[in-house]
């Protein structure tokens, strides 16, 4: 069965350090997410992507958050100056047109030291 | 704004039926979702149910919608051990996901 995968799946960082998490989507699927769930918290919405641009973003993503579809295949969510409040897990998610379920890969734990 | 509320905790001895209560405040949501996370690991898509449905069952789940009360639930029916995880109710908003906070399941012996 296809499925959202996710590398890597931990990345530790020093505050200040750039970071790229990325993602490969369900082969298939056009529409890419980006959510986080900062330990004991809910799992939160940052970003939406289709047809190389973003469609929806929230108010955590600021300008130091950015994504791209740099192939046919990856996604990455870049962070250009890491802060500590930035460790959480990093959920990717897809979709294919006509439907609404999306589907969620397993993660990158990101720890800002 | 959108919210969706689930308590946060539920005990089920093996072999009975867990039910897990959400309740969600946007009533043009068209899609409602259960995800399972076990530990360690992502957010399974468990089920969903269409906004003009009542309910869906699929194998041992059940799900529940009252579109009046804005109430959705999950009824896992012969509780295994394998079910133990934190179960979130979601909906959508727009084209994105609104989360519970989880509801973690613990199976009892």
């Known amino acids: 069965e296809p499925e959202v995968t996710q590398t890597p799946s931990h990345q530790v960082t020093q505050m200040g350090q750039e970071v790229i998490l990325r993602c490969v989507p369900i082969?298939?699927?056009?529409?890419f997410y980006w959510y986080r769930q900062i330990l004991g918290q809910k799992v939160e919405f940052l970003v939406s992507?289709?047809?190389?641009?973003?469609?929806?973003k929230s108010e955590i993503f600021d300008d130091q958050f950015s994504v791209e579809r740099p192939d046919g295949s990856n996604f990455t969510l870049k962070i250009r100056s890491t802060k500590l409040e930035d460790s959480a897990m990093y959920f990717c998610?897809?979709?294919?047109?006509?439907?609404?379920?999306?589907?969620f890969g397993p993660g990158t734990r990101l720890t800002v030291t | 704004g959108e919210d969706v509320e689930q308590s946060l905790f539920l005990s089920v001895r093996e072999g009975d039926s867990s039910v897990i209560n959400c309740t969600y405040t946007?009533?043009?949501?068209?899609?409602l979702y259960w995800y399972k996370q076990e530990p360690g690991a992502g957010l399974q898509l468990l089920t969903y149910?269409?906004?003009?449905?009542d309910m869906k069952q699929d194998q041992r789940l059940t799900v529940l919608l009252n579109k009046k009360d804005k109430h959705l639930s999950l009824r896992i029916a012969d509780t295994q051990t394998g079910d133990s995880a934190i179960y979130f109710c979601?909906?959508?908003?727009?084209?994105?996901?609104?989360f519970g906070k989880g509801t973690r399941l613990h199976i009892l012996p």
């Open positions: 998610a897809s979709r294919t047109s006509g439907t609404y379920e999306q589907y």
């Open positions: 149910i269409f906004s003009n449905m």
């Open positions: 946007d009533s043009s949501s068209t899609y």
């Open positions: 082969s298939n699927h056009l529409y």
């Open positions: 979601a909906e959508m908003g727009g084209d994105k996901i609104i």
């Open positions: 992507f289709y047809n190389n641009e973003i469609s929806e």
